[in-house]
């Protein structure tokens, strides 16, 4: 697509994590700012100073309505997911700044309760908040509070991962059960009454990447499942590295009631989001000692598929029918400001 091919205007599915994300970033930001850091693409960017090891480096910013849901809040989410960014590449993370947007008007209670949950996670991360920017605007000029979180960490993995390493036989894994997070928000902000006990599953990465240290070496990519899903990372790793990928569809762990609500609303369970969810490409003969370690922090870790030479820069969904089609890729805005 040629910059000529963008729509006039910003659109919301230009932040949902898919196709239009991608362009827009491929488009316009690249076409900007292009350097050979950037174009890693990866979700954290890695570098040296001066004879230093790798370091890493990521920034976000969360918008999440409502602020407060079922498994987490704003606070919570803005942890988790910065440093989930430099897990991804295996680095430890180290040290956060932090920018607060606040509307006039916000409750003070409700700032601390959401700089408590900020703290813990950051404990659990055994990360230091050291640096940060507080600016109100008035009444009208944000939702409540936008936060914008950077962190830096310390590359622990020789190779850092990457999804330019994929090849064919390699295994695909995911953390846990997917979508959870995309369906709370959705049922939480619409209204709709799921008395089912479903949670998100934001929460911190470091912990399971760091018990996943002996295998540095074979595992070749780690990414995040966040706006798009699952869907999102297998696309983007597809075309990243121009192989093909095969999905067992039903390997693929979902909740019941997620999957209830996906066929309630017509979604598909691998384009929801997720705030505590990864995926992982790994080299055959470690997958199943990869997923071991995996499930004793997720009972629901699993086997997914694999990198395939066949349908370069595609996704196959292989069916429990023994039916193939291709997956689709995240397209338009499902849910927006859902993180």
Request: glycine content about 10%; charged content about 15%.
């Amino acid at each position: 697509m040629n910059t000529s091919d963008l729509p006039e205007h910003i659109r919301l599915s230009h932040g949902g994590g898919g196709q239009e994300t991608q362009t827009l970033i491929r488009e316009v930001f690249y076409r900007s700012f292009g350097n050979d850091i950037l174009l890693q693409a990866e979700d954290s960017a890695l570098f040296h100073l001066n004879n230093s090891a790798h370091i890493a480096m990521t920034t976000d910013s969360y918008t999440v309505s409502p602020r407060f849901f079922p498994g987490g809040n704003i606070g919570k989410i803005a942890v988790c997911g910065t440093c989930n960014d430099l897990a991804m590449v295996g680095a430890k993370p180290c040290y956060l700044s932090c920018g607060f947007i606040i509307e006039e008007g916000f409750a003070i209670a409700e700032l601390r309760q959401i700089a408590t949950s900020m703290a813990s996670e950051l404990s659990t991360n055994g990360c230091q908040l050291v640096t940060g920017d507080t600016k109100v605007v008035p009444r009208g000029g944000v939702d409540g509070i936008y936060i914008n979180t950077t962190a830096v960490g310390e590359c622990c993995f020789t190779p850092p991962p990457s999804s330019s390493s994929l090849k064919p036989g390699q295994v695909l894994l995911v953390s846990g059960n997917i979508g959870s997070h995309g369906a709370v928000i959705f049922c939480h902000r619409e209204g709709i009454d799921v008395d089912s006990g479903m949670q998100s599953d934001c929460r911190s990465l470091w912990p399971v990447v760091h018990a996943l240290l002996p295998f540095q070496r074979e595992i070749v990519a780690m990414r995040d499942a966040t706006r798009g899903g699952i869907a999102a990372v297998l696309h983007e790793w597809a075309d990243q590295s121009e192989t093909g990928i095969q999905i067992e569809a039903s390997s693929v762990p979902v909740q019941n009631e997620v999957q209830g609500f996906c066929e309630m609303m017509g979604f598909e369970p691998w384009h929801l989001a997720n705030e505590g969810t990864f995926v992982l490409a790994v080299e055959a003969q470690a997958a199943q000692a990869v997923l071991d370690i995996l499930r004793k922090h997720r009972s629901s870790a699993a086997i997914i598929g694999q990198v395939i030479a066949e349908h370069p820069q595609r996704v196959i969904l292989q069916t429990p029918w023994g039916t193939r089609s291709f997956m689709e890729p995240p397209t338009g805005e499902l849910l927006p400001r859902i993180c």
